[in-house]
């Protein structure tokens, strides 16, 4: 019974509706906060900051600022990019091409040593925006798992259940 009730039924895509969801629209106004609140510290107050540090911070400083800044960047373009997929401007599969351009590479270490000499502000936002992008990665790679292109024929939610085990790990490397 049943194989009748689900037999040949294609899967719902998961990441289709989480792209367009309430969740990733809380993502996108809290990472393009979090752009805007970094590009206004680092062109103020952190220019402040940075002159007051000695030759080793500061060029710790000019270091982790650009990685942050490349990062911010990365997490704005994709961010934009799944906008337009759910503002009708582009399906899934081109954004899926078009992501390609955009590096969601897992987050390389920091030294604490070196966090440690940062001004507060920007250690907060390093981490603000590491937490990001993390949310952006996993995300990421639910939206964009592949489906099956058979017909599920016992369970309709094994391949509903792998996505959501694939939004939830975390990439330990």
Excluded at 26 to 42: D, H, N, Q
């Amino acid at each position: 019974m049943a194989e009748k009730l689900f037999g040949e039924q294609q899967p719902v895509s998961f990441g289709a509706r989480l792209a367009a969801s309430q969740s990733f629209a809380a993502l996108f106004r809290s990472g393009m906060k979090l752009v805007e609140e970094t590009a206004s510290y680092l062109d103020g107050p952190g220019r402040k900051d940075s002159k007051k540090l000695e030759r080793t911070a500061a060029l710790a400083y000019a270091t982790e600022s650009m990685r942050l800044t490349t990062r911010l960047m990365q997490l704005a373009s994709w961010l934009l990019l799944h906008r337009a997929v759910n503002e009708g401007e582009m399906s899934l599969d081109q954004a899926n091409k078009e992501k390609t351009k955009v590096k969601l590479a897992p987050a390389e270490p920091i030294d604490a040593a070196v966090l440690k000499g940062l001004p507060e502000k920007l250690r907060a936002l390093i981490e603000r925006t590491r937490k990001l992008h993390e949310d952006v990665r996993r995300l990421d790679a639910t939206i964009h798992a592949p489906l099956r292109d058979e017909p599920i024929a016992v369970n309709p939610l094994d391949h509903q259940m792998g996505l959501l085990r694939a939004a939830f790990e975390r990439n330990e490397r």
